[in-house]
């Protein structure tokens, strides 16, 4: 982001890979069918393939997930009408600072991540802070699988299929105090682990934050998989955060601690440049990042010579879903 990208250079594999959607919902609706019923084994079969996705070298997928009987959403269909990104390139240009500032570098470098244990613990305003395994996280509430885009602030955009829960069951079950107005997001900062913790380029660890009613959003997505399967290292494993409508540095990953505060929370890029990342970062085609516009979009996987840029959409096309959240603010200012 304050870093100059190698966005021209980086090579895309073309569409051969891209499964019509149609066809992908299918696949997912046959996998669901044989994860019915098989629910009880979900648990043991998850920690053998963390310990699986841990031994092995970078590159090779993590594994199912359809043994957690996720279920397809409906809220936002429009999406799945979108080709959904190849596997490959979603997982292998990622921004993910603490193994470098290259879209390439967390794909090669991600592997020395332990995913397992892990916890994340509740604090600050709420009836029940406490720790939370992650094998507890994911028995918290049903799995579905949500075709979201995600657009980074760079000006690329992804269709990704991500598996997790709304994270309103979490924020409800650890009971909020009235006093509590934010959430704020911390991720693991394990310099042994990470080998660009400690780098000058953010302030570690990397954090984030919403409104507590952004958090409380059924769109907001605790993520625990993508394209059916255990979320990969350099995607945020185990547990990381989407928030569709907002741009891709508001979705924490590798989260480790999940706070309640009054107080409105520094944020990582906020911190690190704050005249170009505010608090809020809703996708707004009509404010220009201060160095470039954010009016169109490149979707990763399709890029040629002659592919047209993508206009971006308000919200990135949730509008109808999240407006409202924003009713009678100036987005110019709170950006
Ligand atoms: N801990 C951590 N979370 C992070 C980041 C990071 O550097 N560290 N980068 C953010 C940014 S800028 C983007 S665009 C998304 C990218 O997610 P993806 O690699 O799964 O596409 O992760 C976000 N979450
Ligand atoms: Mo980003």
Not at 181 to 210: C, H, I, N, Q
Not at 315 to 328: H, M, R
């Amino acid at each position: 982001m304050l870093i100059k990208t190698r966005n021209q250079g980086f090579q895309h594999p073309v569409s051969s890979e891209i499964t019509n959607p149609a066809v992908y919902l299918e696949r997912r609706h046959i996998l669901k069918q044989l994860a019915t019923g098989v629910a009880g084994a979900a648990m043991a079969s998850w920690a053998a393939r963390q310990a699986m996705a841990q031994s092995s070298p970078w590159g090779s997928r993590p594994g199912k997930l359809a043994a957690l009987n996720f279920q397809t959403s409906k809220v936002d269909a429009a999406v799945t009408m979108e080709k959904v990104t190849p596997y490959k390139d979603a997982s292998t240009y990622n921004n993910f600072y603490e193994f470098g500032t290259d879209k390439a570098d967390p794909a090669v470098n991600a592997h020395t991540l332990k995913t397992s244990p892990w916890s994340v613990e509740i604090e600050g305003l709420v009836k029940k802070p406490g720790k939370w395994a992650l094998e507890d996280l994911l028995k918290l509430s049903p799995m579905e699988e949500r075709i979201y885009r995600l657009r980074c602030v760079e000006g690329w955009s992804m269709v990704v299929p991500w598996v997790g829960y709304s994270l309103a069951e979490l924020v409800k079950r650890v009971e909020p105090l009235g006093s509590a107005k934010y959430v704020e997001f911390v991720t693991l900062a394990d310099p042994k682990t990470m080998p660009f913790v400690g780098s000058r380029v953010l302030e570690w660890p990397y954090v984030e934050g919403l409104r507590l009613d952004e958090a409380m959003h059924p769109l907001t997505l605790l993520t625990f998989g993508m394209y059916g399967e255990v979320l990969p290292k350099q995607n945020g494993a185990p547990v990381r955060l989407i928030v569709p409508w907002k741009y891709g540095f508001k979705s924490g990953k590798s989260i480790v601690k999940i706070r309640f505060t009054e107080k409105q929370p520094g944020t990582a890029w906020n911190k690190a440049a704050a005249n170009e990342y505010g608090f809020y970062s809703n996708v707004n085609p009509n404010v220009d990042h201060p160095r470039w516009s954010q009016a169109t979009e490149r979707r990763i996987g399709e890029d040629g010579l002659f592919t047209k840029k993508r206009k971006t959409l308000m919200f990135n096309g949730y509008e109808a879903q999240v407006g409202q959240l924003y009713a009678g603010m100036d987005l110019k200012k709170f950006y």
